[in-house]
């Protein structure tokens, strides 16, 4: 094996930003504590405003690359729990009962996330969803 596929092997082995970060709050070993002769500034640990690679334009950029993202997008409009024999005995022309009314909103999910509620509507020969409520970041699940 050559070195650089030796090297090239054991970066895939241990990557980079799988290493363990040093604990920030730990002195180095042999470091002068702090106001010793040599110990760094109280300001060596504070934190750095935003440098290159958090430019707005760089921001920008990636978050055009994540809104071509594709979601499933999911619209419930309702849930019922049923025991495993009626599930059994489900066949063509049997009404299902769900747990919500006909006037109550429908729940619209993405990835999983209820996003938004809204009204089930026929577009054409389709079934569509009239969004009436979004979902702010504040109230979403976690």
């Given at each position: 094996?050559?070195e ?27 470091s ?29 950029r ?8 594709p ?15 009626q ?17 109550d909103?429908?729940?619209?999910y ?29 109230r979403?699940?976690?």
């Amino acid at each position: 094996m050559s070195e650089k596929s030796s090297r090239a092997a054991a970066n895939l082995q241990n990557p980079p930003w799988t290493a363990a970060a040093p604990d920030a709050n730990a002195p180095a070993a042999g470091s002068p504590e702090p106001g010793e002769a040599g110990a760094p500034s109280p300001r060596a640990n504070a934190p750095v405003g935003p440098g290159p690679l958090a430019s707005p334009a760089r921001a920008s950029r990636t978050g055009d690359l994540l809104l071509d993202v594709p979601l499933t997008v999911a619209v419930e409009i309702g849930r019922v729990s049923l025991p495993i024999r009626q599930v059994m005995a489900l066949e063509p022309g049997l009404v299902v009962e769900l747990d919500r009314l006909a006037s109550d909103p429908a729940d619209v999910y993405a990835n999983g996330k209820k996003i938004a509620q809204g009204e089930v509507v026929v577009v054409g020969d389709t079934l569509g969803i009239r969004i009436t409520h979004l979902i702010t970041a504040e109230r979403l699940p976690i």
